[in-house]
C-alpha cells in the first residue's frame, strides 16, 4: 500500500508539472509579450492587419522560465487570479470561471448518469435476444464506435428539425439562445459515444458471465431467463465497467468541446479555448480542475480493486486452511 501510494503521488506531481510545462510553451517558442500587444489592438479593432505578429519561432529560455514563476506564483494564490480578455481587459477569474465549471460539470455527470443507465437497459433487452441477434447488434456498435462525435451532433439536430417542419412541435432547444438555454440535447449528445461503448462493454461482460457455473444451475433450478440476467449476471458483470473509466472519461471529453462549439454554449471549455492561450496561469488552473478529479476517482478505483483482490486472497487462504 505504501508503494501504491508513493508510486501514485509521484505520478501526480509529474503530471502537474507537465501541465504547468506545456502550459507555458508559447511563451517558449514566440515572443508572446509582443504578440499579446498586437492581439490586443486588433480584438480592439485599433488594428486590422495581422502582420505585425511576430510569428516565428525562437526558444526564449529566460521569457519560458520567468512565465514559470509568474504563473506559480499566481496559481499559490488562485482564489485572487485574474485573467486578460481579448481586448486587455483585466478580469477576475472568480466567480466566472466557478459558475461555468459547475455548470458545465453539471451536464458532464448528467451525460454519464443517462449513459449509464440507458446502457444497462439496453443489455438488458439485447440479452434476451438470440446469439445471432447479439452477433448482429455487437457488429453495429462497432461501426456506431467508430462514427466522430460530430456526426451524432448533426444527425440529431437534423432529425429535430424535421420533426419541427412536419408538426411543427419543437421537442427541445438544440442551441443556447438570449432566452432560452439547451438542457436536454447537450445531455443527450454527450451520453450517445458512452452509451455505445457502455453496452459494448457490458455486453461482453454478460455473456461472459453467462456461460459460467452458476448461471447453468440457475437454469437447472428453473429460474426465470430475465431473473438470472438482472440479478445474478448483472451483478457479477458491472464491476468490469470500472477497467473502461479511462476510455469513457476521455470519450465524453472530448465531446465536450464539441457540444460547447456546435451549440454556443458558454461553458468551461469555450472559456479556456477563448482566453487560455494568452493566459498560462487561467489554462493550467482549467485543467488541473479536470485532472484533480478524475485522478482522484482513479486513485479510489485502484484502491477498491487492491482492497477486493485483497480479501479475495484472505478468503482462499482461508478456505485452504
Known amino acids: 500500500m505504501r508503494n501504491f501510494l508513493a508510486i501514485t503521488g509521484i505520478k501526480a506531481l509529474l503530471t502537474v508539472i507537465g501541465i504547468v510545462l506545456f502550459g507555458c510553451l508559447p511563451f517558449l517558442l514566440f515572443n508572446m509579450e509582443a ?84 446502457s444497462t437497459l439496453l443489455v438488458h433487452i439485447i440479452m434476451m435476444t438470440s446469439k445471432k441477434m447479439r452477433r448482429a447488434i455487437k457488429a453495429v456498435l462497432t461501426i456506431l464506435k467508430s462514427l466522430p462525435d460530430v456526426f451524432y451532433i448533426i444527425i440529431v439536430q437534423i432529425a429535430i428539425i424535421m420533426v419541427f417542419r412536419q408538426t411543427g412541435v419543437v421537442l427541445f432547444n438544440t442551441s443556447h439562445t438570449f432566452g432560452d438555454r439547451a438542457v436536454f440535447f447537450p445531455i443527450m449528445i454527450l451520453s450517445i459515444l458512452p452509451t455505445v461503448y457502455f453496452v459494448k462493454f457490458l455486453l461482453l461482460a454478460f455473456e461472459d458471465q453467462e456461460e459460467s457455473l452458476y448461471v447453468e444451475l440457475a437454469r437447472g433450478k428453473g429460474i426465470a431467463r430475465f431473473r438470472i440476467i438482472s440479478i445474478h449476471i448483472f451483478r457479477n ?63 479510489l478505483h485502484s484502491l477498491i480493486s487492491m482492497s477486493v483482490k485483497n480479501a479475495t486472497l484472505r478468503r482462499g487462504m482461508e478456505d485452504a486452511a
Open 35 to 118: 504578440n499579446k500587444e498586437i492581439l490586443y489592438l486588433i480584438n480592439q479593432k485599433k488594428m486590422s492587419n495581422a502582420s505585425y505578429l511576430v510569428d516565428e519561432i525562437m526558444f526564449n529560455w529566460k521569457g519560458y522560465m520567468g512565465q514559470i514563476a509568474t504563473t506559480l506564483r499566481e496559481l499559490s494564490t488562485f482564489w485572487e487570479l485574474t485573467y486578460s480578455t481579448k481586448t486587455g481587459q483585466i478580469t477576475p477569474v472568480f466567480p466566472e470561471f466557478r459558475e461555468l465549471y459547475l455548470k458545465s460539470a453539471s451536464y458532464f455527470l448528467g451525460g454519464l448518469v443517462v449513459a449509464v443507465c440507458v
Open 237 to 299: 458483470a458491472v464491476p468490469s465497467l470500472r477497467n473502461h473509466f479511462k476510455t469513457i472519461f476521455w470519450i465524453m471529453l472530448s465531446n465536450w468541446l464539441m457540444v460547447e462549439i456546435f451549440m454556443n454554449f458558454n461553458g468551461l471549455m469555450m472559456f479556456l479555448l477563448e482566453n487560455g492561450p494568452l493566459n498560462p496561469s487561467l489554462f493550467i488552473l482549467g485543467v488541473l480542475t479536470i485532472f484533480v478529479p478524475y485522478f482522484l476517482i482513479s486513485v
